[in-house]
């Protein structure tokens, strides 16, 4: 309210009556200001968004499976299984071998016991035809009309001798290690522990001639039995022509117990 001169005044206030009392007893709530609010425009979801919402409001409405199928256990194989696999995979491979030997070669009997005690009569072995012949192969030989299997000791060109049980070929002692067990057998019987198991003889013992100069001649032979008290060979027959040769022998066959190579 305005004063005659111009100054303003306070208002006649009755602190009885006065609102703002009501307001504080809570009797009258002030009014708010309603602002003005922008409202802001939805977007428009886009093509893809429909999509990702369809697909996941159809997975929300598929029930959860209880059962789930089990997966089929892992198949153990056995211990007997695993063993009749490798014995199949053995026997397949012995008859594999067996088939390449009998086609490649050729099998006797023995007939004589001039190889025991590694070989002795009616034993069957293997034997390969037309093949190079080396020191110390056993061999097939036709001695005098019949098949019999013996030793090569001397080689075409060798100059050889044989002294108390002691090979020398070309100056050089050769250890004959295939005689071991008969060696043995032969000095534990009784009156040969001095005696030698191979007579003495060199290769003009053999050839009963001086124009060999004492090497043996070209495609010629010394042979010998490794049972060297039974075996008739070039001590008695003299040298082996190279064509009486008909093969190496290999392997035993028969009896099964000593199936193996011939050493």
Same mark, same amino acid.
């Given at each position: 309210m305005n004063k005659p001169d111009g100054k303003k005044s306070l208002p006649d206030m009755d602190m009885n009556h006065n609102p703002v009392w009501d307001v504080l007893d809570g009797k009258v709530m002030p009014e708010k200001k309603a602002k003005n609010k922008?409202?802001?425009?939805?977007?428009k979801p886009s093509e893809m968004d429909e999509e990702i919402d369809y697909y996941f409001s159809e997975l929300e409405k598929e029930e959860p499976k209880?059962?789930?199928e089990e997966e089929a256990p892992k198949r153990k194989i056995s211990f007997s299984t695993l063993f009749y696999i490798i014995s199949g995979i053995l026997v397949v491979l012995i008859m594999s071998l067996l088939l390449v030997i009998v086609l490649n070669y050729d099998k006797m009997t023995v007939s004589t016991n001039a190889m025991a005690s590694q070989v002795v009569k009616s034993d069957q072995v293997m034997y390969k035809p037309d093949v190079d012949i080396n020191r110390f192969n056993v061999v097939l030989v036709d001695n005098n009309g019949k098949e019999d299997l013996l030793r090569v000791i001397g080689m075409p060109g060798d100059r050889l001798e044989m002294k108390n049980d002691v090979l020398m070929i070309n100056n050089a002692i050769y250890d004959e290690v295939y005689l071991k067990e008969n060696y043995v057998d032969f000095k534990l019987q009784d009156n040969n522990l001095k005696e030698p198991y191979t007579t003495n003889f060199s290769v $003009?013992?053999? #050839?009963?001639?001086?124009d060999h100069n004492n090497f043996?001649?070209?495609?010629?032979?010394?042979l010998l039995g490794d049972n060297r008290g039974? $075996?008739?060979? #070039?001590r008695i027959n003299g040298f082996y022509d190279k064509s009486a040769i008909k093969g190496i022998v290999v392997m035993k066959i028969w009896?099964?117990?000593d199936l193996g190579p011939i050493e």
């Open positions: 922008t409202k802001v425009k939805k977007k209880e059962n789930y $003009a013992d053999i #050839s009963k001639a001086k043996v001649p070209e495609n010629q032979y010394i039974k $075996a008739s060979d #070039s009896p099964l117990s």
